[in-house]
C-alpha cells in the first residue's frame, strides 16, 4: 500500500494527515476552511485516493497558514508513499470542464520541483475562502512532492467552477501519473532516477 502518515505541528498549525495513492476515493476533511475541505474532497474522490486530515490552524488570522500548510504535508505525504517510483506513469495531462470553464493540469512526477500557474480572472473571494490560496496551495505541494505541475485555465466566468475544474483535473492527473504500469521496469526514465 503507497501511504504515508504525517503529523506536524508549528506556532500556526497542527496537522494530522493520512494519505493512500491506491485508495477509494474516500475522503475525511476538516480543515476549518469549507470551501478548501471541499477542493479537497473533490480531488480524492476523483483522484480514487484516501485522505484523512484533521488542521487546527490559526483562521482568526486568515486562512493562509491553514491551506499552505496542508499544501506542505500533503506534499510530503505523496513525496514519501510514491517511494521509488519503479513502474509509474510519471507523466500525465488531463483537462477538466465544469461547466463554462475548462482547465487543464500536466503533471511530470520528476523530483524536480517545478510549478507553473496561469489562472487569470478569479475574483478576490468564494464565500469565506481567498481565492489567491490556490496557488499558495499548488506552490506548496510543489515544492514538497517533488513534481512538475503546470496549471493553465483554458477559460471560464465563475470562480467556483474554475477552482473546482482544477482540482479535479488536479486529482485525475496526479493518479493517472502515479498509476502502475505492469510494462514499464523500474524507474521510468533514461537516467536511471527521479
Do not use: W
Not at 500500500?1 to 475525511?28: H, V, W
Not at 505523496?78 to 507523466?91: D, L, M, P, S, T
Not at 482547465?103 to 468564494?126: A, M
Amino acid at each position: 500500500m503507497r501511504s504515508k502518515t504525517i503529523s506536524r505541528q508549528t506556532s500556526e498549525t497542527k496537522i494530522e494527515l493520512d494519505f493512500a495513492i491506491d485508495g477509494t476515493g474516500t475522503a475525511n476533511v476538516n480543515s476549518g476552511v469549507g470551501f478548501f475541505d471541499h477542493m479537497l474532497t473533490a480531488f480524492t474522490k476523483h483522484g480514487l485516493f484516501d485522505l484523512n486530515v484533521k488542521c487546527d490552524g490559526d483562521i482568526e488570522v486568515d486562512q493562509h497558514h491553514t491551506v499552505e500548510d496542508i499544501g506542505i504535508v500533503l506534499g510530503q505525504a505523496f513525496h514519501a508513499a510514491i517511494g521509488g517510483k519503479e513502474g509509474i506513469e510519471r507523466y500525465a495531462t488531463v483537462s477538466v470542464p465544469m461547466d463554462e470553464a475548462l482547465s487543464t493540469v500536466s503533471l511530470d512526477i520528476s523530483g524536480r520541483p517545478y510549478f507553473v500557474y496561469n489562472v487569470e480572472g478569479l475574483k478576490d473571494k468564494v464565500g469565506q475562502f481567498d481565492t489567491e490560496l490556490v496557488e499558495e496551495f499548488f506552490q506548496a505541494f510543489t515544492s514538497h512532492a517533488k513534481v512538475t505541475l503546470h496549471i493553465n485555465l483554458q477559460y471560464g466566468k465563475n470562480s467556483h467552477h474554475i477552482i473546482e475544474s482544477i482540482f479535479k483535473a488536479f486529482g485525475r492527473a496526479l493518479r493517472t501519473a502515479s498509476a502502475l504500469n505492469p510494462n514499464i521496469k523500474g524507474i521510468p526514465s533514461t537516467k536511471g532516477s527521479l
